[in-house]
């Protein structure tokens, strides 16, 4: 069994960045993949980046391309990088993993971590 749990989430406002963090606990988890995704209320939860975690390869939705970046410090400590915030960066990011290393589809992953509130003030 794996346990996520993000953290880094606040209030911050346009232009400030922030580091989320997505920690891994349970069982090893260094042959899948990690994705972060968010989720703003009565809409769907959007993939925004996901990283292998043996290789640190790195895929990314086009929405956050150039601003966020994903790295691994381990196998088991994913970070989400997110520069020049926005207000409509305003949402949950949860972190949640994957065995399809690149996939951006949502029913493939598993392991959802709890989220973290992630606000951006004008």
């Known amino acids: 069994q794996v346990q996520l749990e993000e953290s880094g989430g606040g209030t911050v406002q346009t232009g400030d960045s922030l580091r989320l963090s997505c920690a891994a606990s349970g069982r090893t988890i260094s042959s899948l993949s990690i994705g972060w995704f968010r989720q703003v209320p009565e809409k769907e939860r959007e993939f925004l980046a996901t990283?292998?975690?043996?290789?640190?390869?790195v895929y990314y939705s086009d929405s956050v391309k150039g601003r966020f970046t994903v790295s691994r410090l381990n196998a088991s400590l994913a970070y989400l990088q997110m520069n020049n915030l926005k207000p409509e960066d305003t949402a949950v990011y949860y972190c949640?993993?994957?065995?399809?290393?690149?996939?951006?589809?949502?029913?493939?992953?598993?392991?959802w971590g709890q989220g973290t509130q992630v606000t951006v003030s004008s």
């Open positions: 949640a993993t994957t065995s399809y290393p690149g996939s951006s589809l949502y029913h493939r992953y598993e392991n």
């Open positions: 990283i292998r975690l043996n290789s640190g390869a």
